[in-house]
């Protein structure tokens, strides 16, 4: 039995020094975002219009992405997310305005609803659209 720990941990304390794949690092490299607050989400139409608050000044962007495939529920549930890049601004000013992105990419052409889940917006949101 002690043997069998001995060898267990002799595997486990060779693995910890392992650093994981390069493909691994540069994909959780590529998802990094900036620092921001998500105050609110809601649909418009076939928009997701969010308010966003960060620091900064100079130009900044925001981009919605998929962070999972959609379930295969019925309606479909969407996994999103929103990914700041403050360009490098390093401004204290507080800024809140709201961001617009277009829905349609996520829709469901077999059903005229989805339910949107993001990362930060503890509800789910419903997106209505005509198929």
């Known amino acids: 039995m002690t043997a069998r720990i001995f060898i267990y941990l002799l595997f486990v304390g060779g693995c910890l020094s392992c650093s994981p794949p390069a493909a691994v690092q540069a994909t959780s490299e590529a998802a990094v975002s900036d ?5 609110d989400a809601r649909v418009e139409g076939d928009a997701l219009v969010v308010r966003v608050q960060y620091s900064g000044g100079g130009q900044h962007d925001f981009a919605l992405v ?3 495939a959609p379930t295969k529920s019925i309606p479909r549930q969407v996994l999103l997310e929103i990914r700041h890049d ?3 601004d390093l401004a204290k000013a507080m800024i809140i305005e709201e961001r617009t992105f277009d829905l349609t990419p996520y829709s469901d052409p077999k ?3 989805v339910h949107l889940r993001i990362q930060g917006v503890d509800d789910v949101i419903v997106y209505r659209y005509a198929p």
Do not use: A
Request: charged residues 15%; aromatic residues 8%.
């Open 35 to 39: 620092p921001f607050e998500l105050l």
């Open 66 to 68: 998929s962070s999972g």
């Open 86 to 88: 403050s360009q490098g």
């Open 111 to 113: 059903n005229n609803e």
